[in-house]
């Protein structure tokens, strides 16, 4: 299957993938949460079975990882892309130092399988319990195979699976035999990255340039000021300073990463990561753009490409409209719901 | 920058602010209107914008920017981003024949 049909399988129906780019840790002891409130850049507001979107930063600001952290009764269990398992392991083991804390990395001993699409509830609701429709959006629950995590980066039901090393086949296998019914495929990490610049979800692995923090990528509803952290000194310093934005830009014609960009023959920026998008028609990019023309609308030239800037995100994820209470992919096509693509 | 340019940043930037101010008064998110970002997601985890919050900003719309949404859940694509509102204000206002 393309990666153009893996795509659309995640925007219409569902879609499992293997999770070998989602790093995993348990920090257990008696400090766990003090060990986590270090190296925290967000106010660590969880309960047991509720998830923390934030980041991880380097000593400059640069965000080096997309994290959940997940309060599970006293432990918690770290899930983040972007740094492999013992570097997850090494950054959290310095808000560790000095305390009762121990990091370990889950990479030896547990797999990631990942479910993504508008009816990922669905297939998930028939290989686990029914109770996966009410799961909150950053919530997560054991159960007796794997731990169900809800969270994702293409925008729509998304869930995030990990059972342990010699299960992971077996839990596949099962995904896919209940996934059958619901046109469910298997989409690999190159979809998953597309669907993710269609939804304008940061990508840890190709879009943190040097230089960058959380202002110029639009991630500072991941941070909090004022508090201590890795890169808070670099952060409060580039604060009022910043003189670029990323944005999503969309073009008819093919657009590259690393590409130079021009508005009205002036230089603008540089596109960090670049794809065509399956679910539009077009090219979309990630620019990081000038800050007085990151704006949609603005028409450029990336790197001989017409191009202009839009809005995030780029596609009207069905997810938006399918209410599992009323709707199920069986009565798909009874059922209305608006374009995948906003009108522009 | 050409003037055509400059002035649709200009009136993106006043809808931005009139919608961070609403953000930060009437929705009462902690924030500082420059940690706002444009494209940052509203609802979920991003501003943490709920159900009810998604109706008071439905009735801010129509008071403090006179736009009125017709079908809340019609209209779910334009709340995903400060952007994506601005998006609505200003088709709006060239529906009712205003700026474009």
């Known amino acids: ?344 | 920058m050409r003037p055509d340019i400059e002035a649709r940043v200009a009136e993106r930037e006043e809808i931005l602010a009139v919608l961070r101010d609403v953000l930060i008064q009437r929705l009462h998110l902690r924030r500082e209107p420059d940690e706002l970002d444009p494209d940052a997601p509203l609802f979920g985890s991003g501003f943490g914008l709920d159900s009810l919050d998604a109706v008071e900003l439905v009735v801010c719309l129509e008071s403090e920017l006179g736009v009125r949404v017709a079908d809340g859940a019609l209209m779910r694509g334009s709340f995903r981003s400060l952007n994506t509102l601005v998006d609505l204000v200003l088709a709006e206002r060239a529906a009712a024949g205003g700026q474009p």
Do not use: K
């Not at chain 1, 999770?19 to 986590?36: F, Q």
């Not at chain 1, 603008?268 to 990630?286: I, K, M």
């Open chain 1, 1 to 344: 299957m393309s990666v153009a049909d893996q795509v659309m399988a995640i925007r219409r129906s569902a879609a499992l993938s293997p999770g070998d780019h989602i790093a995993c840790a348990r920090v257990s002891g008696a400090d766990a949460h003090e060990a986590i409130d270090r190296v925290s850049p967000r106010e660590l507001y969880v309960r047991s079975g509720q998830m923390l979107h934030t980041l991880l930063l380097d000593p400059d600001a640069r965000p080096v990882a997309d994290v959940y952290l997940c309060a599970d009764e006293d432990d918690f269990l770290v899930l983040a892309e972007g740094p492999d398992g013992p570097a997850l392991a090494e950054l959290l083991a310095a808000g560790a130092r000095g305390l009762d804390a121990a990091v370990t990395d889950l990479g030896a001993s547990h797999g990631v399988l990942c479910l993504n699409g508008p009816y990922a509830w669905e297939v998930l609701a028939e290989v686990s319990t029914p109770d996966v429709i009410g799961l909150p959006y950053l919530g997560f629950f054991h159960e007796e195979r794997f731990t169900c995590f809800r969270a994702g980066s293409a925008g729509e039901y998304g869930y995030v699976l990990l059972t342990a090393r010699e299960r992971l086949d077996e839990l596949r296998a099962t995904v896919l035999d209940v996934g059958a019914r619901f046109d469910l495929a298997e989409a690999g990490l190159e979809a998953l990255e597309r669907a993710a610049l269609e939804a304008f979800f940061w990508n840890p692995r190709r879009e943190s340039p040097a230089g960058v923090t959380p202002i110029e990528m639009q991630l500072q509803w991941r941070v909090s000021y004022g508090r201590a952290f890795t890169g808070a000194g670099a952060l409060a310093a580039r604060r009022g300073a910043a003189r670029s934005r990323a944005v999503l830009i969309a073009g008819e014609g093919p657009l590259a990463g690393g590409a130079e960009v021009t508005a009205g023959g002036e230089p603008a920026g540089t596109l960090l990561h670049a794809g065509a998008s399956p679910t539009r028609g077009d090219w979309l990019a990630v620019a990081l753009l000038d800050l007085s023309i990151a704006h949609p609308g603005v028409e450029l030239d990336a790197g001989g490409a017409p191009a202009r800037v839009i809005s995030a995100p780029a596609v009207n994820n069905r997810s938006l409209y399918v209410d599992p209470q009323r709707h199920s992919y069986a009565s798909r096509e009874a059922d209305a719901f608006p374009p995948l693509v906003r009108p522009s």
